[in-house]
Nanobody
Framework: QVQLGESGGGLVQAGDSLRLSCAASGRTFNYYAMGWFRQAPGQAREFVAAISRSGGSTYYADSVKGRFTISRDNAKNTAILQMNSLKPEDTAVYYC???????????????????WGQGTQVTVSS
């Protein structure tokens, strides 16, 4: 199994940028496809972005496409979510997650990810 820990959240103003990191330990990192999700108060957890084991394929929610970039460094066991042009509606707790299944397409629902970090708060003020 793998253990995940997010960092990099904080309070920023609309239009600012943040870089979230997800550090992994345990099983070989490149065994897992990685995803980022977010959850605002009173809302369901929603998909943000996903990246394949090699990093060669990525997938984004429409709400973040063109503003967020997911990447990974398998040598450093780290997944990154670069968030630019942040909006107040991006405010949420952000989670990284690991998917151990081999799929034809990248997963975009929480139930498809087996391992989760504890989350990091991102707050965007207007």
């Amino acid at each position: 199994q793998v253990q995940l820990g997010e960092s990099g959240g904080g309070l920023v103003q609309a239009g600012d940028s943040l870089r979230l990191s997800c550090a992994a330990s345990g099983r070989t990192f490149n065994y897992y496809a990685m995803g980022w999700f977010r959850q605002a108060p009173g809302q369901a957890r929603e998909f943000v972005a996903a990246i394949s084991r090699s990093g060669g394929s990525t997938y984004y929610a429409d709400s973040v496409k063109g503003r967020f970039t997911i990447s990974r460094d398998n040598a450093k066991n780290t997944a990154i979510l670069q968030m630019n042009s942040l909006k107040p509606e991006d405010t949420a707790v952000y989670y990284c997650a690991a998917d151990q299944a081999f799929r034809a397409v990248l997963a975009d629902t929480p139930r498809e990810y087996k391992y989760w970090g504890q989350g990091t708060q991102v707050t965007v003020s207007s």
